[in-house]
């Protein structure tokens, strides 16, 4: 069997498996494939993989208590509300959230923490036994619509698939050998390499987060709506799988239903009510299904057609493009002003921005809200982050006249979700150079770029396979149920890898610029 053939023979199970399991993607007008995917796993060191998963409670447990400080989170956002729009925009939202709210409210969290190997970098880990290694540095905290979680889950079990179901055929041996996977693991054998892919609980983990907060709100509800969770997402909605994955396994495991719609949907179909003898507030009804001319009632008691929502879980509403015309925002504010649990509030949203992130970098931030032990430990796994524009330090100062020389160390990033908005190298290096003095350039933080180790991909795109060098991003979800005194719910929720060819600078499988991946850990 040729070289050709050995990957022919694969490919055709892969996209079997792949539309047998709901392992797909869409244009937005359901043209289904494949997702985009590697046919086989990357290698991943078990240690660094462990310190990701140990982190991200700590993780939870602060940007749940960041959200609650009002004070802080405004007053460090001051600056770059002033200069962009959109974090202004929900900055003026939050403000106008109750304290009570804000400080006792049930909140659910669905997080994702990204990392990378730096190869530029050797970390020391005292708990480590002073044991030298490649240490994961963290790119982002994303706090809104952490999406793939269950095409991870799935891409896990591709792999294991894929590799104990030809284990005992030569073109494995072969594909392996084409991944440039190290001789010594090849040479355990597929069937070894399977269970070297650690089970990827993200599925069922982020199900059992928005069942349980949904379980407590219905507890309290006293109603005859029927109770739903709801999900906002984006008009022609491309990643339809990843979410009615997670509406299925809400289905099937917990018997909690789930409703789709898009933010002008909310503001045409939806509106609060209250009832007195219950005393539930603002309760947050919708009517799916309904067409755009019908309008909701404003106000009075039920009507049917109905539903009570326990949860908003936001899966679109993390960019400005997600706002073209004030109805978006009339239906964010709706919603956030509702007695729904909102996955994420606002101000978990505005944990998420670049801002905070870069701010949480400096001494004594991160231990206004966690333990000294933890912020430490937590503090590990920080690249060097600067404000840029009136709030720059010296060393900011110093890092912006280092970047406009040399940009290719760096990565300059807006308060913007979703990939594509990073700026790199050449590019910017001059927009430093001709915005030193311009406002707007306090929306931005300068980044110490992330050099990880490269590995060969074999990319499966639309059915065509290409191998390349690789490089790899791994994403760590958590989740995190509280209302500020107790907590319910905080955990490591599974795992998401992407990898994209080495030198292209976005990243991101919704961008088309990565694919879906798993890990094998090695020692």
């Known amino acids: 069997m040729t070289e050709l053939q050995a990957i022919d023979r694969i490919v ?6 792949c ?10 007008k359901l043209n289904w494939s494949h997702a985009p995917v590697s046919l086989l796993p990357n290698p991943f060191p078990r240690k660094a993989f462990k310190h990701c998963n140990e ?10 208590k960041m959200s609650r400080d009002r004070a802080f989170l405004l007053d460090t956002l001051a600056s770059t509300g002033r200069a962009d729009p959109f974090t202004q925009r929900l900055m003026d939202i939050y403000a106008k959230v109750p304290e009570q709210t804000i400080a006792k409210g049930l909140q659910l969290g669905i997080l994702r923490s990204d990392y990378m190997l730096n190869t530029g970098v050797e970390a020391e880990l005292t708990r480590r036994g002073g044991e030298s290694a490649n240490f994961p540095l963290q790119i982002e905290i994303n706090t809104i619509a952490a999406s793939f979680g269950c095409l991870s889950h799935k891409t896990a079990n591709l792999h294991r698939h894929i590799l104990s179901r030809n284990a005992d055929r030569d073109e494995i041996v072969a594909l392996l050998h084409e991944a440039k996977i190290e001789e010594s693991l090849v040479q355990q054998g597929a069937s070894e390499i399977a269970k070297a892919v650690p089970e990827n609980p993200s599925l069922q983990s982020l199900a059992a987060s928005l069942a349980h907060a949904h379980k407590m709100v219905q507890s309290k509800l006293d109603t005859s709506a029927p109770v739903v969770i709801l999900f906002i997402v984006q008009p022609n909605e491309r990643n339809i799988a990843d979410q009615r994955a997670l509406e299925s396994e809400l289905w099937t495991t917990h018997q909690v239903k789930v409703e789709f719609m898009t933010l002008v949907q909310v503001a045409a179909h939806g509106r609060l009510i209250s009832n007195a003898e219950s005393g539930w507030e603002n309760m947050l009804v919708v009517r799916p299904g309904m067409g755009a001319e019908e309008v909701a009632v404003s106000g009075g008691p039920r009507i049917a057609g ?9 899966r679109a509403g993390y960019s400005p493009d997600d706002y073209s ?49 933890n912020a430490t430990y937590m503090r590990q796994f920080f690249a060097a982050q600067y404000a840029m524009g009136t709030k720059a330090s010296e060393d900011g100062l110093r890092a912006m006249e280092s970047a406009i020389l040399d940009g290719s160390k760096w990565v300059l990033k807006p ?7 990073n700026m790199y190298g050449a590019t910017l290096s001059k927009y430093l150079n001709e915005h030193r003095e311009d406002p707007a350039l306090g929306g931005y933080v300068l980044m ?6 490269n590995n060969t991909t074999l990319f499966l795109r639309k059915g065509e396979v290409v191998i390349m060098p690789s490089i790899s991003e791994l994403g760590i979800y958590g989740t995190f149920i509280g209302d500020g005194t ?6 490591y929720a599974g795992y998401l890898l992407r990898t994209k060819q080495s030198g292209v600078d976005e990243g991101g499988v919704a961008t088309g610029f990565s694919v879906l991946n798993s890990i094998m850990l090695h020692d």
């Not at 109905?306 to 936001?314: C, K, L, N």
């Not at 110490?448 to 180790?453: G, T």
């Open 12 to 17: 055709k199970q892969v996209q079997a498996w």
């Open 19 to 28: 539309g047998l399991n709901g392992l797909m993607y869409t244009d937005g």
């Open 55 to 64: 982190v991200q409670p700590i993780i939870n447990d602060l940007v749940d």
């Open 306 to 314: 109905e539903y009570a929502v326990s949860i908003v879980y936001y």
């Open 325 to 373: 015309t004030e109805t978006e925002w009339s239906a964010r504010e709706l919603m956030e002003t509702s007695s729904a649990i909102k996955c994420p509030t606002v101000g978990y949203q505005l944990c998420g921005t670049k801002k905070i992130q870069q701010v949480l970098c400096l001494d004594g931030i991160m231990e206004r809200f966690i333990s000294v032990q």
């Open 415 to 421: 308060q913007r979700e979703g990939g594509g908005n």
């Open 448 to 453: 110490q770029r992330i050099f990880p180790q």
């Open 486 to 491: 107790n907590t319910y719910k905080n955990d």
